[in-house]
């Protein structure tokens, strides 16, 4: 009936890829890690602690990442596991099914994908989102 209380997202930033640099291969961090150029690989936060990774405008991920806590205002292309709180922000693109327990998703953010939510007992159910009908009659 009650559920575990969520970690705090990292406050501070651990590790910085930087605008210009791109990687090629996994990233695996812990705490917090702000992504300023391009990843071609997957970005996964090790352990149990709480991670909180930052993808700003100019970045781009080419892989899946997982993380807790995740800000996301550059491209991604791959799946999303957020496994506690994830941030949409207005010039987000997403190519791939996104997954996660606590959504924001801020004017102008573009998903093209599925919406998973996490359900308690550990399975996703998926968010269909449908075009709403026009009471006009021409």
């Not at 970045?59 to 800000?71: F, K, L, P, Y």
């Not at 996104?98 to 998926?126: F, P, S």
Request: charged share 25%; hydrophobic share 35%; glycine share 12%.
């Amino acid at each position: 009936m009650f559920s575990k209380k969520p970690s705090k997202p990292q406050n501070r930033i651990d590790s910085l890829i930087g605008a210009g640099t791109r990687i090629e291969g996994s990233v695996i961090f812990t705490g917090g890690l702000r992504i300023d150029g391009e990843v071609k690989g997957d970005v996964v936060a090790s352990g149990d602690q709480p991670s909180t990774v930052v993808v700003s405008e100019q970045a781009r991920i080419e892989g899946e990442v997982r993380v807790t806590h995740m800000v996301v205002n550059g491209t991604i292309a791959g799946h999303v596991h957020a496994s506690e709180f994830l941030e949409l922000q207005p010039r987000c693109r997403v190519t791939g099914d996104i997954h996660y327990t606590n959504l924001e998703i801020q004017l102008g953010a573009v998903v093209d994908g599925r919406l998973v939510h996490a359900a308690e007992a550990g399975e996703g159910k998926a968010v269909e989102l449908k075009l709403a009908k026009s009471n006009r009659s021409d």
